[in-house]
Antibody
Framework: QTHLQESGPGLVRPSGTLSLTCTVF?????????WGWIRQSPESGLEWIGS???????YYNPSLRGRVTMSLDTSKNQFSLKMSPVTVTDTAVYFC????????????WGPGTRVTVSS | VLTQSPGTLSLSPGERATLSCRAS???????LAWFQQKPGQAPRLLIY???YRGPGVPDRFSGSGSGTDFSLTIRSLETEDFAVYYC?????????FGQGTKVEIK
């Protein structure tokens, strides 16, 4: 059975770089689907950040103004999110997701990881 | 933009729940999903493509709608159904979510 697990620092300094990795178990990410990130905060609710296809094509939320980069590492069966520079408004729970039918779909979610941006 | 109503629904176990999701523009019927979220957990897929139940989802959950108006119905509430529900359109970029409807025990 496929499942996803996020990992990365729980605390990031303002103006720094947020780096998260999602490890996929039970499915090869190079086989297909879209691999994405969604975040959730009390202020903004659920927000789609972006995704990367199994072929490496990327799709980003325009609202994040070029601060986001996503990539695949098929050798480790992982995909990653980098966001820079961050501000306190980027504090949220970050979920990695798998989508099947479109770049913005999210049928399967990881448990989430809390990231706090603070000095 | 997806607007959900009501914000909170207070019902008793065994009652029927009807949740609404209205889109500001046409999203068709193929790219609208519903999720259930409990405290401390990730959202769980209930319905995709407006009407199809996700893996392992009980048949008391059903979805309908197309265009700009969608609904999620829970036929007879079980205690484990009290949670927050979100709609999600995934046909356009960026994907967007409603603000959620909380179904609470009356």
């Amino acid at each position: 059975q496929t499942h996803l697990q996020e990992s990365g620092p729980g605390l990031v300094r303002p103006s720094g770089t947020l780096s998260l990795t999602c490890t996929v178990f039970g499915y090869s990410i190079s086989t297909g689907n879209f691999w994405g990130w969604i975040r959730q905060s009390p202020e903004s609710g659920l927000e789609w950040i972006g995704s990367v296809s199994h072929a490496g094509d990327t799709y980003y939320n325009p609202s994040l103004r070029g601060r986001v980069t996503m990539s695949l590492d098929t050798s480790k069966n992982q995909f990653s999110l980098k966001m820079s520079p961050v501000t306190v408004t980027d504090t949220a729970v970050y979920f990695c997701v798998r989508g099947s039918s479109s770049p913005t779909a999210a049928g399967l979610w990881g448990p989430g990881t809390r990231v706090t941006v603070s000095s | 933009v997806l607007t959900q109503s009501p914000g909170t629904l207070s019902l008793s176990p065994g009652e029927r729940a009807t949740l609404s999701c209205r889109a500001s523009q046409n999203v068709g019927s193929d790219f609208l999903a519903w999720f259930q979220q409990k405290p401390g957990q990730a959202p769980r897929l209930l319905i995709y493509a407006s009407q199809y139940r996700g893996p392992g989802v009980p048949d008391r959950f059903s979805g309908s709608g197309s265009g700009t108006d969608f609904s999620l119905t829970i036929r007879s509430l079980e205690t484990e159904d009290f949670a927050v529900y979100y709609c999600h359109q995934y046909g356009n970029t960026p994907g967007t979510f409603g603000q959620g409807t909380k179904v609470e025990i009356k």
